[in-house]
């Protein structure tokens, strides 16, 4: 019985760094670019609703993770500038890391402009 019990707590010890490597790798990673982008845009929403310095320690959390993302991806995949930050302030720093890639994200969308789209036309169906 007591050979059984250890076998199992020795099967078990052996399992368990594999078992959770494998529920690691099945989570979305809070350094990826998408997870990124969605913090970046709630931090900048946060902004507009409350003072910066209320925000610190989630935007110095924010630049830390988005530093990691540039070494594992690139400056461009996370949305980084290529260029270095100039300062180390609070402002300089959400500056960096939230306002200018959204900035630069929406100066990269064009609104897709049709000329069938000028006039209204009642019969037509939408997605045509």
């Known amino acids: 019985m007591r050979a059984r019990l250890a076998l199992s707590f020795l099967l078990i010890a052996a399992l368990a760094p594999a078992l959770l490597?494998?529920?690691?790798?099945?989570k979305p990673s809070p350094y990826g670019t998408e997870a990124l982008r969605k913090r970046r845009v709630q931090l900048f929403v946060m902004a507009g609703q409350q003072p910066l310095k209320e925000m610190a320690g989630n935007v110095y959390a924010f630049a830390t993770d988005s530093e990691h993302c540039r070494v594992i991806s690139g400056s461009q995949a996370c949305g980084l500038s290529s260029n270095s930050l100039s300062g180390g302030t609070l402002?300089?720093?959400?500056?960096?890391?939230?306002?200018?890639?959204?900035?630069s994200a929406v100066d990269q969308q064009q609104p897709a402009v049709r000329k069938q789209d000028w006039n209204w036309d009642p019969n037509s169906k939408p997605g045509r």
Do not use: L, S, W
């Not at 490597?21 to 099945?26: I, M, T």
């Not at 959400?94 to 959204?102: K, S, T």
């Open 91 to 103: 402002e300089q720093v959400f500056d960096y890391y939230v306002r200018q890639p959204i900035n």
């Open 21 to 26: 490597a494998q529920e690691a790798a099945n």
